[in-house]
């Protein structure tokens, strides 16, 4: 929805003093990503031991058991990740006005590099596989970086990488992010319900009057938000996109009784109070649910297959040079500088790193070929053999990296 004056940045009023803002709301926001980065790791370890224990019969069992209408994994890829979408929704629309990326010249460089490594991977995963229609349907799958395993991979190098770097990590993924929400919206949806739609397209409405009124209290959006959740479920949209819908009406502006509390919006409160429940249990149970594949029956036909090499090189190969190669351009054209305090080979490491694309690459590969189980179990091994070796890779050349690079001594302009 459009920005209006109530939902700016308070520094951006003219003639108004800056308003108060948590001093440590990014530095808490990247930490508490690379740590649930790390838990998402031991999520997804685990989740490959007990798909190959005798653990295994239970495991995807109770992943295909039934409550209510819904199975356990349709509760946790339909129901769980609307609320990781929301807090993706909470986080895109509080950069856009409020953050690092609200000014153009904040936007240029993770928004090229982010649109570079959305077209160069997908390319690449075409290249193997354009000319079978039923693999072609994946092309996305590669297009999409996991911003929490990536910074947990940075987290372990700690010092060594700037924090300029780590925000351009940060603003390329939430980029990234909404090109993959719009992705699942055009490319990934089902036969359309049309009184879903409608009705739908009415609590929308209703959300947006509220927001347009000024209204600060939260729950007045979460209750609509969750018949809009069930509308958007039965509609053939899938059912995540909500989460975002929700997202972008919730007020970033003050309530009338702490009008110089930038921080207590019901935006930041929401996503506060939401994002350790993303972070430390949602993404974990998604990567539990869907990382574990079974090698019993893996062959040497299905490792060399297009299908898995075009996942795997789409996100080592595709994300590199996509992300590095936009991001080098851009900065060569004097349209932005490298990160302050960052030298090329780090910006290098950091776009291997991009090609960890674990929890949006798993969820739009189980979209992609949701009634087949053998594709979708090529695609898990294709992110995971992509995601782990460009996480090697990135982690290495970070390491080996030269540090304390001078700052530039311009700002981009």
């Known amino acids: 929805m459009p920005a209006t004056k109530h939902d700016l940045a308070p520094s951006t009023l003219e003639g108004q003093p800056r308003r108060r803002r948590p001093f440590s709301m990014l530095r808490a926001f990247l930490d508490g990503q690379a740590s649930g980065g790390l838990v998402l790791m031991a999520a997804a370890a685990l989740a490959l031991v007990v798909a190959n224990s005798p653990l295994a019969p239970a495991y995807f069992?109770?992943?295909?058991?039934?409550?209510?209408?819904?199975?356990?994994?349709?509760?946790?890829?339909?129901?769980?990740?609307?609320?990781?979408?929301l807090v993706v929704g909470l986080e895109i629309k509080r950069e856009v006005l409020d953050g690092q990326l609200s000014t153009w010249s904040r936007r240029i460089l993770p928004g090229v590099a982010a649109l570079g490594g959305m077209v160069v991977p997908a390319l690449v995963?075409?290249?193997?596989?354009?000319?079978?229609?039923?693999?072609?349907?994946?092309?996305?799958?590669?297009?999409?970086?996991?911003?929490?395993?990536a910074l947990g991979v940075l987290s372990l190098l700690g010092s060594r990488v700037p924090t300029s770097l780590k925000v351009f990590l940060t603003a390329l993924a939430i980029i990234d992010d909404l090109g993959a929400v719009v992705i699942i919206a055009l490319f990934y949806s089902g036969d359309l319900s049309i009184p879903h739609l409608g009705g739908?397209?009415?609590?929308?409405?209703l959300l947006v009057l509220l927001n347009r009124m000024r209204v600060t209290w939260l729950w007045a959006y979460l209750v609509?938000?969750?018949?809009?959740?069930?509308?958007?479920?039965?509609?053939g949209v899938h059912a995540t996109i909500a989460g975002v819908l929700l997202a972008l009406t919730v007020p970033l502006r003050t309530s009338p009784a702490?009008?110089?509390?930038?921080?207590?919006?019901?935006?930041?409160?929401?996503?506060h109070a939401l994002h350790p429940w993303s972070t430390f249990l949602i993404i974990p149970i998604f990567g539990f649910a869907n990382a574990?594949?079974?090698?019993e029956h893996l062959t040497v036909e299905a490792l060399t297959d297009d299908l898995t090499l075009g996942v795997a090189l789409g996100l080592l190969l595709g994300k590199l040079v996509g992300v590095y190669g936009s991001a080098w351009l851009v900065i060569r054209?004097?349209?932005?500088?490298?990160?302050?305090?960052?030298?090329?080979?780090?910006?290098?490491?950091?776009?291997?790193l991009c090609g960890i694309g674990f929890t949006m690459s798993l969820f739009i590969g189980l979209l992609a070929f949701a009634n087949e189980p053998l594709l979708q179990e090529e695609?898990?091994?294709?992110?995971?053999?992509?995601?782990?070796?460009?996480?090697?890779?990135?982690?290495?050349v970070l390491r080996l990296a030269p540090r304390d690079v001078p700052a530039p001594a311009s700002a981009a302009r």
């Open 61 to 85: 069992g109770a992943l295909h058991a039934y409550f209510g209408p819904l199975s356990l994994s349709h509760w946790i890829n339909d129901g769980l990740m609307a609320v990781f979408f």
């Open 125 to 149: 995963f075409l290249a193997f596989n354009a000319d079978d229609p039923t693999t072609a349907r994946g092309w996305a799958i590669p297009a999409a970086t996991d911003i929490a395993f």
């Open 379 to 396: 695609v898990k091994v294709g992110i995971l053999g992509g995601s782990l070796i460009a996480g090697l890779l990135g982690w290495t």
């Open 200 to 205: 739908a397209a009415a609590v929308l409405g």
């Open 224 to 235: 609509p938000g969750l018949a809009l959740w069930w509308l958007v479920l039965g509609s």
């Open 333 to 352: 054209l004097g349209l932005a500088d490298v990160p302050m305090g960052a030298g090329k080979l780090q910006l290098f490491g950091v776009a291997l």
């Open 258 to 271: 702490r009008p110089d509390d930038v921080g207590h919006s019901p935006l930041h409160r929401l996503e």
């Open 292 to 295: 574990g594949v079974s090698f």
